[in-house]
């Protein structure tokens, strides 16, 4: 069976404004991964895999991810930096597949969600561990409350998405359409300005997949050259923080919006 060019999948599987999707895209995928994926998507046309599968591999390689942590050194940083960006990919791929075998369904996009909450989460977890050193890197003795910290950033990361997903829940089971983008603005002028310069510095996106597995590389990298895990540490901190912090803000935000309503 032969493969679709570049120039005829192109619209099939990026629908005109799938790059311009205010929630639904990833500043990395509008920057590159869409371009990786779109010719990944046309070599993996006639696999035997269905789209759903390959959602499957895209949490495994998510998850995987967390666990990398576990290995001491630069190298875990690295290999969990990189099995991020192929989760990545592969999240393009999953539906690109999708849409072009006509295999869209509900089943695949709870699979998605569900994928999206197992890595960050694995992810955040893994930091932890990485920072209480269970292979005594620093020759003291195992400290779990970094692992504690890095499961409380996992938590919130995990909320912060429960959050939002809810509000479809919700509305579903009162009856009402899905939410627009225009009832997502606080009514509050307040809490508009804040929302705003929240969205203008987007440190919230610091606890997601990609953002949390920079931070991490670079921490990782600092640490090498510093001899210890005190970057490590610092990431796992500020990344608890905010998804704290975060958590609180979008639940406040959501509560203020006519999203409920």
């Known amino acids: 069976m032969s493969r679709p060019s570049v120039a005829e999948l192109r619209p099939i599987v990026h629908p005109g404004g799938i790059k311009d999707r205010r929630n639904g895209e990833h500043w990395a995928g509008r920057m590159y991964m869409r371009e ?34 576990l290995i001491p ?32 369904s509900i089943t695949g996009v709870y699979l998605d969600r569900v994928g999206h909450y197992l890595s960050e989460a694995a992810l955040l977890v893994g930091l932890g561990v990485r920072a209480a050193d269970i292979f005594h890197r620093d020759g003291g003795t195992t400290q779990w409350g970094w692992a504690f910290l890095g499961t409380l950033a996992a938590l919130g990361a995990i909320l912060i998405k429960a959050e939002t997903d809810l509000v479809d829940v919700a509305r579903s089971r009162s009856g009402l359409p899905a939410v627009e983008d225009s009832a997502s603005a606080p009514r509050s002028s307040g809490l508009a300005l804040a929302r705003r310069a929240a969205a203008a510095l987007k440190f919230h996106r610091l606890v997601g997949g990609v953002e949390a597995s920079l931070v991490i590389l670079a921490a990782g990298i600092a640490d090498m050259i510093h001899g210890d895990l005190l970057f490590t540490r610092i990431a796992v901190a500020a990344l608890a923080a905010i998804a704290v912090l975060q958590t609180v803000l979008h639940l406040v935000s959501i509560l203020a919006s006519s999203r409920l309503r």
């Open 73 to 104: 050194g630069l190298a875990g940083a690295v290999l969990g930096a990189l099995l991020i960006q192929l989760y990545l990919l592969l999240d393009c791929v999953d539906g690109e597949l999708a849409r072009y075998r006509k295999q869209t």
């Open 36 to 69: 990786i994926s779109l010719r990944c998507t046309r070599f993996l046309i006639n696999s035997p895999l269905s789209a759903n599968q390959y959602t499957g591999l895209m949490i495994v390689a998510g998850v995987a991810a967390g666990a990398a942590l």
